[in-house]
């Protein structure tokens, strides 16, 4: 068993997994700008600001899951700055006390679908060039960076997985764009399609925190693409909403968002490979299991 402190724990992928890691018999603190829901330690603050040296000091960690960031690509275009001080320095900062500390174990959660070059041949690697097309791209990008080269530095083991569109029950999820269709028609009213030719590859969020538990217990030292490695048009993935909820609308299609790229599908071959990890869940499956029905929204 080992103590791991997990950061943005009260957002989606963190509280799932917080949950799987508990599952894998780890024990768990837990850190977020929320009050946490259980009674695990929990500290509540910023990690641009908190006093992260002291709670290094009183969790002693075996390995840190760093999931706190600022994610969503239109409010990094609004306030840069912020998403700078979030996703860079705070993560500067808590790579510099995870080490000084002596916790020799860091799990980065990274985006790739907004580090790589779109342009490039699909599906992308580990390997493709990068070009991030937005600040929040951008400063994952050098998030990670300082966790490679002071980890590198400090002989500690790090890992980054960059993941795929992670999403899962939309009730508990709450955004994303599988929420977003599923609201809409939930609702009666025709979803937008932002970008008729905009690509997504899709990961379950039961396959997502399974890769955290394996690289905690395995550490890459490098980047590793965490996807379903299957490229879906939005359309077609609207489709698939539809026909689960049983409700036809057409959609409304708008001009694909500022600072979204056009297409993504990451190859998973090097998380088989170094993790022995896959996805299990179909894009299928997991609209079944995500998606609650007409009756449940409407509380029918």
Known sequence: MSRILVTGSEGF??????????????????????????????????????????????????????????????????????????????????????????????????????????????????????????????????????????????GSFWSSLAYSNVYGPVITHGRGVIFEFWNALSEGEPATIFGKDVTRDFLYIDDAVRAIVLAVAKPTNKRINISSGTEINLFDLYQLISKQLKIEIVPKFELARAGEILRSCLSNIEAQK????????????GIELCIPGYEVKNGI
Do not use: M
Not at 36 to 45: A, D, N, Q
Not at 274 to 285: A, H
């Open 274 to 285: 170094t993790l022995g990890w896959s996805p299990e869940i179909s894009l299928e499956k």
């Open 13 to 154: 992928i963190g509280k799932a997994a917080v949950i799987a890691l508990e599952a894998a018999g780890h024990e768990v603190a837990t850190l977020d700008l929320q009050l946490g829901e259980s009674p695990r330690k929990h500290y509540v603050g910023d990690i641009r600001t908190l006093d992260l040296e002291s709670i290094f000091d009183q969790i002693k960690p075996d390995a840190v899951v760093h999931l706190a960031a600022q994610v969503i690509v239109t409010d990094s275009f609004v306030d840069p700055i912020h998403d700078l001080e979030v996703n860079a320095l705070g993560t500067l900062k808590l790579i510099q006390a995870s080490i000084k500390s002596g916790c020799r174990n860091f799990c980065y959660i990274h985006s790739g679908g907004a580090v790589y070059d779109s342009d490039a041949a699909l599906p992308l690697t580990e390997k493709s060039p990068e070009r991030p097309v937005s600040p929040y791209g951008l400063t994952k990008k050098i998030g990670e960076g300082y966790v490679q080269v002071l980890s590198e530095v400090a």
